[in-house]
């Protein structure tokens, strides 16, 4: 029973953190700068994001670059993920999946201003964004599976771990423009997946975040919270971050 609930308490446990990291400083931070951080600060939250994505980690970098074409186009031919213009969800992924390995590889041309200000790690990437690293976690996965999961189905858990940090870009980039509720009329597809975001940290409030980009708080409505964004501002009390000067 014990090691039933620590095996359950590292699945949440990752799904939070990766999604933090992901939507803290690679879409906020990164994508964003909805607020802005020293170089000091800026690597310690590439190593966490390695940490807590581990076998998915996603470079900050690609992320942002690809993610800024994503508003640019949203719901275009140039969008690099739209429920619009792939026929599946797996299609999507591995349309998106090519597109990140070709900006990250530097073999895609991208204008200059979708790789302005974004921040870059390159030797730190090359190592989080390689095979070595990948498998090690996955590695790690495993033997934390074999070691302590009790049943035979906690295993079915695991190829969620090894490949968290995608999942988590897909719910938003296929359901958050298919499925939801919109606050604001836009002209692409975006939409809000839930009136209380607990399962996305404030990504849900995608239709929100279409129209503000730039805001830290992605709620906006009635009802609405943002989990992630109280973290932001005790990050600025703890001077972590600041805010750019209004
Ligand atoms: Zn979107
Ligand atoms: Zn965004």
């Not at 090359?126 to 990948?134: L, T």
Request: with cysteine; proline share 4%; hydrophobic share 45%.
């Amino acid at each position: 029973m014990y090691l039933m609930v620590f095996i359950l308490c590292f699945f949440v446990a990752h799904w939070y953190l990766s999604l933090f990291s992901q939507t803290f400083f690679q879409h906020r931070y990164a994508a964003h700068k909805s607020f802005d951080m020293n170089k000091g600060w800026e690597k310690f939250f590439f190593v966490f994001a390695w940490i807590t994505q581990g076998s998915s980690y996603l470079s900050p970098w690609a992320y942002g670059v690809m993610h800024r074409m994503h508003h640019a186009y949203a719901d275009t031919e140039l969008d690099p993920h739209s429920p619009k213009y792939d026929k599946n969800l797996m299609a999507m992924m591995w349309r998106t999946k090519n597109i990140y390995a070709g900006i990250m590889g530097k073999r895609i041309a991208v204008d200059p201003k979708f790789t302005k200000n974004v921040p870059e790690w390159r030797s730190f990437d090359v190592f989080a964004n390689g095979w070595f690293s990948r498998v090690l976690w996955i590695g790690v996965y495993v033997w934390i599976y074999i070691a302590f999961a009790p049943y035979w189905w906690l295993f079915l858990l695991l190829p969620f771990h090894i490949v968290m940090g995608p999942l988590h870009g897909v719910i938003i980039n296929w359901y958050a423009h298919r499925y939801g509720h919109v606050n604001f009329e836009t002209s692409d597809t975006s939409k809000n997946l839930f009136r209380f975001d607990w399962l996305m940290f404030g990504e849900g409030y995608h239709n929100n975040h279409h129209v503000h980009p730039s805001r830290s708080n992605f709620a906006m409505g009635k009802g609405e919270f943002d989990l992630c964004y109280p973290i932001i501002l005790v990050l600025q009390k703890f001077r972590v971050i600041r805010f750019a000067k209004a």
